[in-house]
């Protein structure tokens, strides 16, 4: 069964930073994709970042570039994302999916980020 599990969400002060991972079992890790999205209350998931198997080229939404980083280990089947400047609009729940075929098809339940202000 393909799992991945969100952790490392909380409440950080504007400008802090958080280190979100998504650990995932039941799929070879080392072949996929893993993304990372978000949604707000009332908006619609949006993507925020994205990095292949070889960490080639990662993906960054423009609204974190420069802010965000992806990463990921394929030794723990784990993959991370440093979020720093944090700012209130970056509230939202926080996913992973896995790209397994053609789409982000397995996702996690998301964990919880908040930014006061």
């Known amino acids: 069964e393909v799992q991945l599990v969100e952790s490392g969400g909380g409440l950080v002060q504007t400008g802090g930073s958080l280190r979100l991972s998504c650990a995932t079992s039941?799929?070879?890790?080392?072949?996929?994709?893993i993304g990372w999205f978000r949604q707000a209350p009332g908006k619609e998931r949006e993507g925020v970042s994205c990095?292949?198997?070889?960490?080639?080229?990662?993906y960054y939404a423009d609204f974190v570039k420069g802010r965000f980083a992806i990463s990921r280990d394929n030794r723990k089947n784990t993959v991370y994302l440093q979020m720093n400047s944090l700012k209130p609009e970056d509230t939202a729940v926080y996913y992973c999916?896995?790209?397994?075929?053609?789409?982000?098809?397995?996702w996690g339940h998301g964990t919880q980020v908040t930014v006061s202000s």
């Open positions: 039941g799929f070879t890790f080392d072949d996929y994709a």
């Open positions: 999916a896995a790209r397994i075929g053609t789409s982000f098809s397995s």
């Open positions: 990095i292949d198997s070889r960490q080639n080229s990662p």
